[in-house]
Nanobody
Framework: QVQLVESGGGLVQPGGSLRLSCAASGFTFSSYFMSWYRQVSGKERELVAGITSTGAGTTYADSVKGRFSISRDNAKNTVYLQMNSLKPEDTAVYYC????????????WGQGTQVTVSS
């Protein structure tokens, strides 16, 4: 079955950096667009960044452009989110998400990892 396991979250001071990882299994990782979302309690989940199957193309929310960078290692079935110059408003639970998986007809979420930016 499809599994996505995020890691790398934690508490960081404003201006600091974190790198999130999402280890995938159960599907052909290298064939699918992957993305990171975040959610603050009581608000809708929002797209942070996405990356094409080969890694050649990326997209970012305006709020994180120039500070966050998404990448992937298809040999390790892992997608990353490098977060620099973190702000208190980046505090959220961060989730990775697959595109719709052929054959299953659905997409999948990881369990999430908490990022807290505070002094």
């Amino acid at each position: 079955q499809v599994q996505l396991v995020e890691s790398g979250g934690g508490l960081v001071q404003p201006g600091g950096s974190l790198r999130l990882s999402c280890a995938a299994s159960g599907f052909t990782f290298s064939s699918y667009f992957m993305s990171w979302y975040r959610q603050v309690s009581g608000k809708e989940r929002e797209l942070v960044a996405g990356i094409t199957s080969t890694g050649a193309g990326t997209t970012y929310a305006d709020s994180v452009k120039g500070r966050f960078s998404i990448s992937r290692d298809n040999a390790k079935n892992t997608v990353y989110l490098q977060m620099n110059s973190l702000k208190p408003e980046d505090t959220a639970v961060y989730y990775c998400k697959t595109a719709t998986i052929a054959g299953w007809g659905k997409f999948y979420w990881g369990q999430g990892t908490q990022v807290t930016v505070s002094s």
